[in-house]
């Protein structure tokens, strides 16, 4: 069997998102290892407590020789206007979600609205990486 174990997004600063998904998300830290041998490439991961096998790395965009500086200008624009992908989280209670996220400092740009699938809003990261928070009618 096949499983997701680690979803990429790419962050303009590791310390913030950091702080983002544990202080504001209550994410916790899954790996904060820095690598001196690798020109100080730190892997840093977190993810949903109750959620152990899934681990969301938060990547710092990198320079050369992994990316040029015309795809670091490109991937840094995409991030910061919301178009690198969309992380979909659910919640058995939406407006309850809603209320202590935004408690914590989440700015949701799209309020709990209600559609012919469930609740649902949306919040983005202070990189800019799109969220959906979805209350579905029949949770998965």
Do not use: C
Not at 14 to 32: C, I, M, N, P
Not at 103 to 120: C, I, K, M, Q
Not at 127 to 139: I, K
Request: aromatic share 12%.
């Amino acid at each position: 069997m096949i499983k997701i174990a680690n979803y990429q997004l790419w962050v303009h600063d590791q310390d913030a998102a950091l702080e983002f998904y544990t202080g504001k998300l209550g994410f916790e830290v899954r790996s904060d290892v820095t690598m001196p041998e690798m020109g100080d490439f730190r892997w840093l991961t977190v993810g949903p407590a109750g959620q152990p096998d899934l681990n969301i790395v938060l990547m710092a965009i990198p320079g050369e020789p992994v990316m040029d500086a015309g795809t670091a200008r490109e991937t840094l624009s995409l991030v910061t206007k919301g178009f690198a992908g969309t992380v979909f989280l659910v919640t058995e209670d939406l407006d309850a979600s809603y209320k202590e996220l935004t408690a914590r400092g989440v700015e949701f740009s799209e309020e709990p609205t209600e559609y012919p699938y469930g609740l649902d809003s949306a919040f983005r990261d202070p990189s800019g990486n799109n969220f959906r928070l979805t209350q579905p009618y029949a949770m998965p």
